[in-house]
């Protein structure tokens, strides 16, 4: 049985940090493409970042680019979302994500087999 199990949202203020991690089992986590997805109230997922297997890739949302930092530790099949700098729109709940197939994080949540269920992150001022 996979299992993707996100931790680390919470409340912050404007300017502040946040690190996110996604706990993976039950599947072949060094085969996998892993992404970050949020969603807002009402809208659809967003990309925001994903990662290669082997971490030799990474690409991110332009919203994020410079801000936000995806990483791996593949001994331990957890996948990290380091975030800096939050602003009151990176609101919402993120949802990591695992593809088995691409040679490339893709930006679209449709390939994607596995998802977690998600972390709330609130920006305040």
């Known amino acids: 049985q996979v299992q993707l199990v996100e931790s680390g949202g919470g409340l912050v203020q404007a300017g502040g940090s946040l690190r996110l991690s996604c706990a993976a089992s039950?599947?072949?986590?060094?085969?996998?493409?892993m992404a970050w997805f949020r969603q807002a109230p009402g809208k659809e997922r967003v990309f925001v970042a994903g990662?290669?297997?082997?971490?030799?890739?990474?690409r991110y949302s332009d919203s994020v680019k410079g801000r936000f930092t995806v990483s791996r530790d593949n001994a331990k099949n957890t996948v990290y979302l380091q975030m800096n700098s939050l602003k009151l729109e990176d609101t919402g709940v993120y949802l990591c994500?695992?593809?088995?197939?691409?040679?490339?994080?893709?930006?679209?949540?449709?390939?994607?087999?596995?998802w977690g269920q998600g972390t709330q992150v609130t920006v305040s001022w």
């Open positions: 994500a695992g593809d088995p197939r691409r040679s490339w994080a893709s930006m679209y949540d449709t390939s994607y087999d596995y």
């Open positions: 039950g599947l072949a986590f060094l085969s996998y493409n």
């Open positions: 990662i290669t297997p082997n971490a030799d890739r990474t």
